[in-house]
Antibody, heavy 118, light 109 residues
Framework: QVHLQESGPGLVKPSETLSLTCDVS????????WSWIRQPPGKELEWVGY???????NYSPSLRSRLAMSLDTAKKQVSLKLRSVTAADSAIYYC????????????WGQGTLVTVSS | SYVLTQPPSVSVAPGQTARITCMGS??????VHWYQRKSGQAPIVVVY???DQPSGIPDRFSGSKSGNTATLTISRVEAGDAADYFC????????????FGGGTKLTVL
């Protein structure tokens, strides 16, 4: 059974870069879309983007100019970097696995809360 | 952008049936997935592809669709079913194609 675990700072200052890591255990990186999904307080879940196991990426248009995702196959880690953050980027960030675009996100991490504040 | 609408909350007594709806203008032609998220835990899939159940999910959980509405039905509700439930689709015409409903909090009375 694959297990996903997000990690990163819980507090980021405005205008700085948010960096998160997702550790994948119990399963392979290959063949999957590794996605980030976030939920701001009081709002709905929002798809942020994915990095495919080949390294190709697809980002939400509203975040594309600030976002970078990558994966380290050897370490089985998926990374997210979001530049120039504002309070609107405060959210619970989830890492999730997707087999195909019509498939469900079949494995999720517990999520990590990120607050943007000075 | 595409919107999926869920009721914020549903309450039901133990042993009764809970129905959670998800409305979307194009949902009839989309594959709907449902997730359960308990407090502090990772979300899990309880129904996928409108009405299929992942292995390990009790058959008390079922999904259906009619017109613009998808429904998650939980039969013989137990205290342990208390959670947030989300619907999700892939909407090919949206600029953010993976779309989630706002979530429904199920309270077991």
């Amino acid at each position: 059974q694959v297990h996903l675990q997000e990690s990163g700072p819980g507090l980021v200052k405005p205008s700085e870069t948010l960096s998160l890591t997702c550790d994948v255990s119990g399963g392979s990186i290959s063949g999957f879309y590794w996605s980030w999904i976030r939920q701001p307080p009081g709002k709905e879940l929002e798809w942020v983007g994915y990095v495919y196991y080949t390294g190709s990426t697809n980002y939400s248009p509203s975040l594309r100019s600030r976002l970078a995702m990558s994966l380290d196959t050897a370490k089985k880690q998926v990374s997210l970097k979001l530049r120039s953050v504002t309070a609107a980027d405060s959210a619970i960030y989830y890492c999730a696995r997707l087999g195909g675009v019509l498939d469900p996100f079949d494995s999720w991490g517990q999520g990590t809360l990120v607050t943007v504040s000075s | 952008s595409y919107v999926l609408t869920q009721p914020p909350s549903v309450s039901v007594a133990p042993g009764q049936t809970a129905r959670i709806t998800c409305m979307g203008s194009n949902i009839g032609s989309e594959s709907v997935h449902w997730y359960q998220r308990k407090s502090g835990q990772a979300p899990i899939v309880v129904v996928y592809g409108d009405s299929d159940q992942p292995s390990g999910i009790p058959d008390r959980f079922s999904g259906s669709k009619s017109g613009n509405t998808a429904t998650l039905t939980i039969s013989r509700v137990e205290a342990g079913d208390a959670a947030d439930y989300f619907c999700q689709v892939w909407e090919s015409t949206s600029d953010r194609p993976w779309v989630f409903g706002g979530g429904t909090k199920l309270t077991v009375l």
